[in-house]
């Protein structure tokens, strides 16, 4: 795997995790902002994808393929759900349902990192 690319995901991650919670505090809604920091990590989330296929492709290492993917695409599902939940729910608790789905992806990270080390 690209480490520096897990380490970015997992940092931008958190920060729209503290975000949302500031927002979840404040009583608001999600706003632009939020979604467009989002954004940044589902482009990274694409990238960590191809890059993640290319190098399991080519290596000779023992990963278990089918976890390796599941958890590439997994990952990349889970904040624009997050989302779309957050829009819908005009209450604190829409940016406390992204906040969650933001944590999720340093856990996704450390799993996809945990898999390649292995």
Known sequence: MFEPLTWVLVALS???????LVLAGLDRRINWWLLGLIGVVEVALVAQLVVGIVQLAGTERDVSGPFFVGYLVGGLLVLPI???????????WGAGALAIACVVIPVVELRLHTLWAA
């Open 14 to 20: 958190l920060a729209a995790t503290v975000f949302a």
């Open 82 to 92: 997050g989302a779309l939940w957050a829009l819908a729910d005009s209450s604190r």
